[in-house]
């Protein structure tokens, strides 16, 4: 063995509250930058769809705002990985949302060698987030997407989730970005963050 080894994966975590746009984003973002996109919300609808055990579960908890357990996410995540050997990078979207989330994405990542490169945290005050989610319910169908529930999820997150950006400022890896204006501008305000991160890792 032996040789030069060159770093290609670029491991993402578009972090926000509910409503903050991290799905929207990661739509272009994965385009750009050729990851490969994990959003656990969507993972969970499509189990929801299937009529799985395990979607029927999740429901219970995502029609009342509140988060799935974790050994759920989490197992679903891991799969996720393993089938994507091939992948450049990964754009974790709504992962993790708890401590230990975070905790398990760290170690699960580190079997791999392949640690989060940035953190990008989009920052949305709460008035535009419950007006963005009540818009979007008039279309989405999603049964998460009602005033009651939007209140909750935005609680949960302050409950459980707000402190995942605490877990990796520790290690200097999160970027505060902001998540109002149009969705034009805040792409561009999230690529220049993450090509000043991969110039830095190329030096
Ligand atoms: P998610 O699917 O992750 O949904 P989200 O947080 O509501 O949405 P997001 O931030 O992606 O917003 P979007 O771009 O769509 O989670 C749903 C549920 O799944 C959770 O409540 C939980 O129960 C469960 N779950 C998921 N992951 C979990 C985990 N890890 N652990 C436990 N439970 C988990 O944008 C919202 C709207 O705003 C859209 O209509 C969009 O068009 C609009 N918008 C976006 N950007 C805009 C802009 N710049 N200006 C105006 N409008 C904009």
Do not use: W
Request: include cysteine; charge should be neutral.
């Amino acid at each position: 063995m032996g040789g030069t080894c060159i770093l290609l994966m670029f491991n993402i975590i578009l972090f926000g509250p509910p409503g903050s746009g991290k799905g929207t984003q990661s739509e272009r973002l994965i385009t750009k930058y050729g990851l490969k996109h994990l959003s656990t919300g969507d993972l969970l609808r499509s189990e929801i769809a299937s009529q799985s055990p395990l979607g029927l579960a999740a429901k219970s908890f995502m029609d009342k705002g509140q988060l799935v357990p974790d050994e759920v996410v989490i197992e679903m995540i891991s799969s996720a990985l393993d089938n994507n050997p091939q992948a450049n990078g990964f754009l974790f979207d709504g992962f993790p949302r708890t401590n230990a989330q975070a905790e398990a994405l760290d170690k699960l990542l580190h079997q791999k060698g392949t640690p989060i490169s940035v953190v990008l945290a989009l920052q949305v005050g709460e008035g535009e987030l419950v007006k963005r989610l009540l818009h979007r319910g008039l279309t989405s169908g999603r049964s998460d997407d009602t005033e009651e529930v939007i209140r909750a999820r935005i609680i949960e997150y302050e409950k459980k989730t707000a402190a995942v950006a605490d877990h990796y400022r520790k290690f200097n890896k999160v970027a505060y970005v902001n998540g109002e204006g149009s969705i034009d501008e805040i792409f561009e305000s999230l690529s220049k963050e993450i090509d000043s991160r991969q110039v830095q890792g190329r030096a």
